[in-house]
């Protein structure tokens, strides 16, 4: 059982598709919940009907709320930069719009100063041979999605896509980061 200050914080990441996002962070330590939805649309109360059509400016996201005693921001971004592509424009993999944008929602100037600290310095490891397409932009609004799309890998380990898309993701994050899975507590 993952141990709580009661003082959590809010990140708000865009990575592609927000199952593969919400499944890597639901198994890390510190995170208390990582919730599917999305954010920087001009739509309000967007449906995943809508969002799909690339028409509302919205990208599927993962909210996590975390204790930063057991995980920092940067540990945050870190993760999210290993298990997704930050060079790919407005897709990641096989997942083609605007709503799969690699983005990384702020709640604060210390949030933006820190995710600009971390693309230059994974820009300066030339870790990718294109450059990193990462928006950094406010957070105006959140919305949670549909009920069936929170811990959709968990209640759905043998879908097509979860086995060919969120498992290898998932897999890579557990290989890396086996010291800070909650399953090691």
Same mark, same amino acid.
């Given at each position: 059982?993952?141990?709580?200050?009661?003082?959590?914080?809010?990140?708000?990441? @865009?990575?592609?598709?927000?199952?593969?996002?919400?499944?890597?962070?639901?198994?890390?330590?510190?995170?208390?919940?990582?919730?599917?939805?999305?954010?920087?649309g001009?739509?309000?109360?967007?449906?995943?009907?809508?969002?799909? /059509? @690339?028409? /509302?400016?919205?990208?599927?996201?993962?909210?996590?709320?975390?204790?930063?005693?057991?995980?920092?921001?940067?540990?945050?971004?870190?993760? *999210?930069?290993?298990?997704h592509?930050?060079?790919?424009?407005?897709?990641?993999?096989?997942?083609?719009?605007?709503?799969?944008?690699?983005?990384? *929602?702020y709640?604060?100037?210390?949030?933006k100063?820190?995710?600009q600290?971390?693309?230059?310095?994974?820009?300066?490891?030339?870790?990718?041979?294109?450059?990193?397409?990462?928006?950094?932009?406010?957070?105006?609004?959140?919305?949670?999605?549909?009920d069936?799309?929170?811990?959709y890998?968990?209640?759905?380990?043998?879908?097509?896509?979860?086995?060919?898309?969120?498992?290898?993701?998932?897999?890579?994050?557990?290989?890396?980061?086996?010291?800070?899975?909650?399953?090691?507590?």
């Amino acid at each position: 059982m993952t141990q709580s200050t009661g003082k959590f914080e809010v990140a708000t990441l @865009g990575g592609g598709c927000f199952w593969c996002v919400e499944a890597v962070y639901n198994d890390l330590i510190g995170v208390h919940s990582a919730i599917s939805g999305y954010a920087g649309g001009h739509v309000d109360n967007p449906t995943y009907k809508a969002i799909c /059509t @690339g028409t /509302t400016g919205h990208a599927e996201v993962v909210q996590v709320t975390y204790d930063p005693n057991q995980v920092t921001y940067q540990e945050i971004l870190e993760i *999210f930069f290993t298990v997704h592509d930050p060079t790919q424009l407005n897709r990641q993999g096989n997942d083609v719009g605007t709503q799969y944008r690699s983005v990384i *929602f702020y709640h604060d100037d210390a949030q933006k100063k820190m995710a600009q600290a971390v693309i230059d310095d994974l820009t300066q490891q030339n870790l990718w041979s294109q450059p990193i397409v990462t928006e950094i932009t406010p957070l105006t609004k959140f919305y949670p999605a549909e009920d069936y799309h929170q811990e959709y890998f968990s209640n759905n380990p043998n879908q097509p896509y979860c086995q060919f898309v969120v498992a290898p993701k998932l897999s890579k994050f557990r290989s890396k980061y086996t010291h800070r899975l909650k399953s090691q507590q």
